[in-house]
């Protein structure tokens, strides 16, 4: 039997705005981390709908990615 790699795509936004950018608060083991939203690639989801979908999720912001 062989091995199948099947990785896992993760997206990450930078957004930014009048030199301000957006974050999230996130809860660990470590305690409160601060992250960009960001999040994993959905079977047949291209990249960009993909942050556009976990920004929107993490933050309730939408936006477009450039």
Partial sequence: MTDVWKP?????????????FLLVEE??????RINQPAGHLDPN??????VTRETLEETAHDFVPT
């Fill in 8 to 20: 896992s795509v993760t997206v990450a936004a930078v957004v930014e705005r009048d030199g301000r």
């Fill in 27 to 32: 809860e660990t083991s470590d305690g409160i």
């Fill in 45 to 50: 989801e291209s990249l960009l709908h993909a």
